[in-house]
């Protein structure tokens, strides 16, 4: 299968600063990703829809100014958390379309903020 | 209606059976059917993908989907331990790569 990876694998920080997680296709090449979220034994939620060179398409019920996403080439998407706060604590996964239309998953990130 | 339903389990499974796992959808206009495996803490992993009404088999997997009925099933032959997690059931429209993916059924494979 395709190859999807995810950076960092886990982070820690505090309350009111902003973290990046960088997501990147690492064998293919992916016009369309998409970033999920998921708590514990709960089931993925799509947060939003990255594509490559425009802007994202949010899910609705998530706030497009606290999760900015940017994909600027055709291997990496960025997700960033903007002033983080407990209740963003989360495992975010991003998956990527490979050209045989499947979503291949990164590893995901596990985020705690304190 | 949920769009996607599997039971959530457990199905618990005795090594070397046949674990059988379903999936029910909602839209008639899905298109591409996709099974993921994920364990605890981990994303989630493809399995199979499955296009066409019949049975497609990869090795221990063999996936069955059945349009006019709107189901799609995962079996797993010989299960083993290791087949313990969760798996999850996702569905997609034609022309879009956007999935619905179902809340899961965990299996639970006893040695």
């Known amino acids: 299968g395709a190859v999807v990876s995810q950076h960092p694998s886990r982070v820690i920080c505090k309350s009111g600063t902003s973290v990046k997680i960088e997501c990147r296709s690492l064998?293919?090449?992916?016009?369309?990703m998409f970033w999920y979220r998921q708590f514990p034994k709960k089931s993925l939620m799509l947060m939003a829809t990255?594509?490559?060179?425009?802007?994202?398409?949010?899910e609705q019920g998530v706030e497009k100014d606290k999760f900015l996403i940017n994909h600027a080439s055709l291997t990496l998407s960025t997700l960033t958390v903007t002033s983080a706060h407990p209740e963003d604590s989360s495992f975010y996964i991003c998956s990527a379309v490979a050209p045989s239309n499947e979503q291949f998953f990164g590893p995901g990130t596990r985020l705690t903020v304190l | 209606q949920k769009e996607v339903e599997q039971n959530s389990g457990p199905l618990s499974v005795p090594e070397g059976a046949i674990a059988s796992l379903n999936c029910t959808y909602s839209d008639r206009g899905s298109q591409s059917f996709f099974w993921y495996r994920q364990y605890s803490g981990k994303s989630p992993e493809l399995i199979m993908s499955?296009?066409?009404?019949g049975d497609k088999e990869d090795g221990r997997f063999t996936a069955q989907l059945n349009k006019a009925s709107q189901y799609v099933s995962l079996l797993i032959r010989d299960s083993q331990p290791s087949d313990s997690a969760t798996y999850l059931c996702?569905?997609?429209?034609?022309?879009?790569?956007?999935?619905?993916f179902g809340t899961g059924t965990r299996l639970k494979v006893l040695a």
């Open positions: 499955i296009y066409s009404n």
């Open positions: 064998d293919f090449q992916a016009t369309t």
């Open positions: 996702a569905v997609a429209r034609s022309g879009t790569y956007k999935y619905i």
């Open positions: 990255s594509n490559e060179g425009s802007k994202a398409t949010y």
